[in-house]
């Protein structure tokens, strides 16, 4: 089984910058795509990044120029680092991570998700 453990999040003031983490574990996988999405209330989950093994990246359009996001394919993490958060970026924020199993099958995982809030 595979299990995604986040870190990061919490309060921040309008302006101020975030750092949230995700590690990947799971005997007998390998990751694929990992990033992370983002639910606001009454709204639909959005992509903010994601990176593939690769390094490849791909950014959401709400928060493009704001984000970097980084990968340890030694450890199966993924960093994001978000600047000059307003209101607008208050979410759950889920980390994901495509999933490869010793046959080759791929499975997308959630981690269980990590509250953002920006207020003053």
């Known amino acids: 089984q595979v299990h995604l453990l986040e870190s990061g999040g919490g309060l921040v003031q309008p302006g101020g910058s975030l750092t949230l983490s995700c590690a990947a574990s799971?005997?007998?996988?390998?990751?694929?795509?990992m990033g992370w999405y983002r639910q606001a209330p009454g709204k639909q989950r959005e992509l903010v990044a994601a990176?593939?093994?690769?390094?490849?990246?791909s950014v959401g359009t709400s928060v493009k120029g704001r984000v970097n996001i980084d990968r340890d394919n030694a450890k199966n993490t993924v960093t994001l680092e978000m600047k000059i958060l307003s209101v607008g970026d208050t979410a759950v924020y889920y980390c994901?991570?495509?999933?490869?199993?010793?046959?080759?099958?791929?499975?997308?995982?959630w981690g269980p998700g990590t509250k953002v809030t920006v207020s003053s």
């Open positions: 994901h991570a495509e999933a490869f199993d010793d046959m080759g099958n791929k499975n997308d995982y």
């Open positions: 799971g005997s007998g996988f390998s990751f694929g795509s």
């Open positions: 990176i593939s093994g690769g390094g490849y990246t």
